[in-house]
């Protein structure tokens, strides 16, 4: 059995359901704990590697996943209020 | 079905949903493929802002018509996980649901809304929609529908 993408450090968004500005926004939000790093596009979507700093090693899995709930959050916010 | 001392326990994603449906994950994360011409954007996007409360979750690039889910709980837990994905999956109905209405039901709210902050009738007591322009051009006296006309008592 493979590991889910919310374990794994590499991710593909969608920019019409992740809009860069709120990747943006949420990475100012999480720069005390992870850096992101486009990986380029990849079929539409915007590759991205989030890394974790080594200060908060211990929970890496935990922050990427909310991250990820953070920078949907700020996505849904957007697209409801349009 | 299995029966829980609460009665008989609800039927899980894993188990209900068809085959290719759902996929279980090693680190118990729960992927579900929905096809968006059901569901639609709004509703997926509304039903996602609620679950995001109790599991984290991830949309993948939408993909001939079908886009993926992929949820696991906060608690980490995989029934906590499959619990969540059977609440969100009804709940994407409901607010499949609530678009539509909100939808068919725009005109009469919007209506309803100027209604409550105009400072002229833009309804009549039927609800029917009042033609400004018609109405103002009546003088006073008018009597549209004859009721000052005499009539006789039958």
Redesign the interface.
């Known amino acids: 059995?493979?590991?889910?993408?919310?374990?794994a450090g590499h991710?593909?968004?969608?920019p019409s359901?992740?809009p860069p500005d709120c990747v943006g926004a949420a990475a100012t939000a999480y720069a005390e704990f992870l850096r992101i790093e486009p990986s380029g596009a990849e079929?539409?979507?915007v590759g991205l590697n989030i890394v974790v700093l080594p200060a908060f090693s211990a929970r890496e899995v935990q922050l990427r996943?909310?991250f990820?709930?953070y920078v949907?959050?700020l996505a849904?916010?957007g697209?409801?209020r349009s | 079905m299995a029966e829980s001392a609460h009665g008989p326990a609800s039927p899980l994603p894993m188990n209900s949903l068809p085959r290719g449906v759902s996929q279980?994950?090693?680190?118990g994360?729960l992927?579900v493929s929905l096809p968006l011409e059901v569901y639609g954007?709004?509703a997926l996007?509304?039903a996602?802002?609620r679950l995001?409360d109790h599991s984290?979750?991830?949309?993948?690039?939408?993909q001939g018509g079908l886009i993926e889910v992929?949820?696991?709980a906060k608690t980490g837990q995989v029934t906590d996980t499959d619990q969540l994905a059977g609440r969100f999956l009804n709940d994407l109905i409901d607010q499949r649901l609530r678009v539509d209405i909100g939808e068919e039901t725009r005109a009469i709210r919007e209506l309803i809304v100027a209604q409550a902050f105009a400072a002229v009738d833009v309804i009549d007591d039927q609800g029917s929609p009042v033609d400004q322009r018609e109405k103002s051009a009546a003088e006073p006296g008018d009597d549209p529908q004859g009721l000052t006309q005499w009539r006789p008592v039958s």
């Open positions: 059995m493979a590991t889910s993408i919310l374990t991710l593909r968004l969608d359901l992740y079929s539409g979507a996943r909310e990820l709930n949907l959050d849904i916010q697209h409801l | 279980r994950f090693e680190d994360a992927r954007l709004p996007f509304r996602c802002y995001t984290f979750v991830y949309l993948s690039p939408p992929t949820l696991i």
